[in-house]
């Protein structure tokens, strides 16, 4: 069965040279290749991929959106922010923003700035 | 020089002729390696130290980790799958500062799912390393 990549991925094959990335629309052709649709790597290149892989649009968007967090090396604990775009990834040398100074920011990175004050001032107006 | 963060890093698997993240992991351990020794001891040997020879030989360990496990997820169906029909797997630990170790594994190890009232679901992994990883250069 074929599937076709939504975004470039490293070759695992031992004839490529180490390092080889097949870029975005390249065809796989595999007996499990509908794991690759199921991970929200690729979409379905054949009817046997799409027969195999059992996704409607909705949960086809969302292993788009898991694979996503899964490509920016998000950890677990940060799932949420990821998701709410407050960040976007972890910055080198802690030179990152966010609460443990790890963050690199993401374009809603104000909000999560707008809550924290609000907690803190929630918190002054509780101990006055 | 550099003290790299844990956060960032990523085990990756081989998955249809890709490597693909795997999923949920909340840590990572390689132990083991260790380059084999034997007593190299003999009688005429006239200090208390004892002698060790290298034998040229070398164990590179077991990979090990532990993630939030969700049996429907594609990822962590293909984990089960190296239980099912075991044959070795090509595998990438990739740091957060995109250097990669690459390696295979001979076998695989679940250890769960492990469920209590207080936690998500989780489950313990092994990857025991095949021959030689390839470090970089």
């Known amino acids: 069965m074929k599937c076709r990549l939504i975004r470039p991925m490293e070759s695992s094959r031992r004839e490529d040279p180490p390092g080889t990335i097949f870029p975005i629309g390249t065809v796989i052709e595999n007996p499990k290749a509908y794991r690759l649709v199921q991970l929200g790597c690729a979409e379905p290149a054949d009817a046997e991929c799409l027969a195999a892989a059992g996704m409607n649009p909705q949960k086809f968007a969302e292993a788009v959106k898991a694979q996503n ?12 922010a990821f998701d709410a775009g407050w960040m976007v990834g972890y910055a080198a040398d802690g030179d990152g923003v966010g609460p443990n100074g790890e963050w690199i920011p993401g374009p809603n990175y104000h909000e999560f700035e707008r809550q924290c004050e609000e907690l803190i001032e929630q ?4 101990d006055e | 020089m550099s003290k790299l963060k844990g956060k960032g890093t990523s085990l990756l698997q081989d998955l249809s002729d890709t490597y693909t993240t795997v999923a949920q992991v909340l840590s ?5 390696m260790q380059s084999e020794t034997y007593e190299a001891d003999t009688l005429d040997n006239a200090t208390a130290g004892i002698p060790h020879e290298a034998t ?4 590179f360990g077991t990979v090990s980790g532990e993630l939030f496990l969700d049996p429907a997820l594609a990822g962590h169906k293909s984990l089960i799958e190296l239980l099912e029909t075991p044959a070795d797997e090509n ?5 957060s500062d995109n250097t990669t170790w ?8 679940l250890d ?4 209590v009232l207080n936690d998500g679901i989780k489950a313990g992994f092994s990857i025991k390393v095949d021959g030689t990883p390839t470090f970089p250069s």
């Open chain 1, 69 to 80: 967090r899964l490509s920016a090396g998000i950890h677990p604990d940060d799932y949420a």
């Open chain 1, 123 to 126: 918190e002054e107006e509780g």
């Open chain 2, 102 to 109: 690459s390696f295979v594994g001979a076998g695989f190890g």
């Open chain 2, 91 to 95: 595998w990438q630990l990739n740091f």
């Open chain 2, 112 to 115: 769960g799912p492990k469920v």
């Open chain 2, 56 to 59: 040229g030989r070398t164990e």
């Open chain 2, 28 to 32: 990572l351990e390689w132990s083991g």
